[in-house]
Each structure stands twice: as structure tokens, then as C-alpha cells.
């Protein structure tokens, strides 16, 4: 199921603060919660790309809030795997709200469970359609970066008054992650080069982005790094390959009215912006 852009080159994320609040310093909460979590494991060999979406993940349940999300690539010992094996291309992390007792298939051959069961709940940003929608992401610079929100900012999640009855709030974990051991040239793999890749003779004849059908024309981007696609490699090279995982901390506290909740906006410097009378359109291209 591949309805959300995946691609954050040269995208901007931010936290924003909702405008004109005014707040006091009281003390901290005492009670900070800080449960680490493990992603499904996914499969990768050398010199091949994994590209994944897995809907309802662990997160914390309640109304709460978030201060910090910090991610890392792991092997099945819990492992970090350093990005000169496997490439972190990016992550994204997306609130959806779904009906109860509904799920969605991570098979992506199965229909029998249609996406109009859920609603994709995207950040405040410009960009349209499903182009940058995610509220965390990040890439290869993931490990060493803080995401910590001093007190009392948080990023609110949970609160009853803005989940539909009968629905409840889920998120989806999307990522992209190259291995690039025994490649032949790794700079121009991890920049997803289509000429680096064993594309399908018909790609150019199925293959579509948010901007329509792409044309050879496309050299480069995402569109050529799909799951299971092939790097070239170096002769002669062997290596096994790997179960990894997204290991994912997360610090919260319980909302109270002390918190002030902060916005995600994802901005996109290839966003078009024109105007029709006092109508603002955006129009990014950074999928292209």
C-alpha cells in the first residue's frame, strides 16, 4: 500500500508552538515515562533496498504527552548497524485514526482490508495531496540528534475530543534502509541513481508518482529504490544476509493543563506556490 510519499530530500521538519500562549513555570511532572520499542523484523541482503510500512504500532495509549522520539537501526541482537553497511534513507513516523476493530493488511497485495477504513491524520504543513504528511522523521543523521522538547512543550496525542467515536488513533511506521555491503559505488546507490539499480524492463511503463507517470526522464529518487530492488555490486562478494528491526524510545508524561502542545509543520523548499484571487495553492514537487 503505497499511499504516502516517502521522500524527504530537501524537506524541513519543524515544531511550532500554537500561537499567542501565555504560560507559568510550575514544577516538571515527577512521572516521565520512557518505554523503548522494537519494530517487526524485516529482511535485507546485501546491495538491496527494504522499503516498508507497518501500520498500528506500539505507542503509548492514552491521552499523553510526547517529548522526545529517538530511533535506531538494530540486527537481531539489538545491535546498532552502522550506516556504512545499511543506509538509513529515512523513516517517518504517521497518525491515523481507524474504525474499531478494523485493521489494515501489511500484505500489499491483500484489498480485503481498503485504506477508506482509516483516515490519514497529516501534520499542519503546506505541502498537498500525500506529499510529506508525517508528523517525526529523519534519515541517515537519526542517531545523535534530540528530539527532546524542554517542559512544558509536548506534542499532545490521544485526547478524546478530536477522535471520531467508534474510531481510534494508530500510527504507521514507513521506512526506507539500503544495504549497501559489496555495492560498487555506495555514494551513488545511497542517492537512489536508477541506473545504479535492476529496474523491471517495464518500469517506465507502470511506475507512478504523485505528479503523474514517470518518464525516463527520471534519473534519480525513491521511485528507484523500491522494496527488494538491487544495487550493483562488486564481483565476488558474499555476505549473509540480515533480520533487522527500528528500535524506537519514547519519553512521555500524562496531559495535564500545564502542558502547552506544539504543532509538526514539514516544509518543502520545491513547493510552488501560487495564488488564485485570495486562494493560497501549494504545489511541492519534491516527489518528482
Known amino acids: ?7 524527504f530530500i530537501f524537506s524541513l521538519s519543524i ?3 500554537l500561537s499567542s500562549t501565555t504560560y507559568s513555570q510550575p514544577q ?6 520512557s518505554p523503548t520499542y522494537l519494530s517487526k ?9 527494504s ?5 498500528n504500532i506500539e505507542f503509548p495509549k492514552g491521552h499523553v504527552g510526547i517529548k522526545s522520539f529517538d530511533v535506531d537501526l538494530v540486527d537481531e541482537h539489538g545491535n546498532s548497524i552502522p550506516l556504512h553497511e545499511t543506509y538509513i534513507h529515512h523513516w517517518y513516523i504517521l497518525k491515523y485514526i481507524i474504525k474499531k476493530n478494523m485493521s489494515v493488511s501489511q500484505d500489499p497485495n491483500d484489498h480485503t482490508k481498503p485504506s477508506g477504513d482509516l483516515i490519514y491524520k497529516r501534520n499542519d504543513g503546506t505541502c498537498n495531496k500525500g506529499i510529506l504528511p508525517h508528523q517525526w522523521s529523519s534519515g541517515s543523521e537519526t542517531r545523535g540528534t534530540s528530539t527532546n522538547l524542554p517542559y512544558p512543550f509536548a506534542v499532545e496525542i490521544g485526547n478524546p475530543a ?3 467515536e467508534g474510531w481510534e488513533e494508530q500510527w504507521l511506521l514507513g521506512l526506507l534502509v539500503i544495504d549497501t555491503r559489496g555495492v560498487e559505488d555506495k555514494k551513488i546507490c545511497i542517492q537512489c541513481r536508477c541506473d545504479q539499480f535492476n529496474l523491471p524492463e517495464n518500469f517506465y511503463d507502470v511506475t507512478f508518482g504523485f505528479h503523474g507517470k514517470v518518464t525516463p526522464e527520471y534519473k534519480a529518487g525513491v521511485l528507484c529504490c523500491q522494496d ?3 544495487c550493483k555490486m562488486r564481483k565476488v562478494f558474499q555476505a549473509p544476509r540480515r533480520n533487522l528491526s527500528i528500535r524506537y524510545n519514547i519519553t512521555w508524561v500524562n496531559w495535564d493543563q500545564h502542558q502547552i502542545p506544539v504543532r509538526f509543520y514539514v ?3 520545491t513547493d510552488r506556490v501560487t495564488t488564485n484571487g485570495s486562494e493560497t495553492i501549494h504545489n511541492c514537487q519534491v516527489s518528482k
Open 15 to 17: 515544531f511550532v508552538m
Open 267 to 269: 516544509l518543502d523548499v
Open 51 to 55: 522499503d516498508k510500512q507497518m501500520f
Open 41 to 49: 523484523e524485516f529482511e535485507v541482503g546485501p546491495g538491496e533496498v
Open 28 to 33: 516538571s511532572p515527577k512521572v516521565i515515562q
Open 162 to 164: 478530536n477522535i471520531t
Open 228 to 230: 527488494k530492488f538491487q
Open 1 to 7: 500500500m503505497k499511499l504516502i510519499s516517502k521522500l
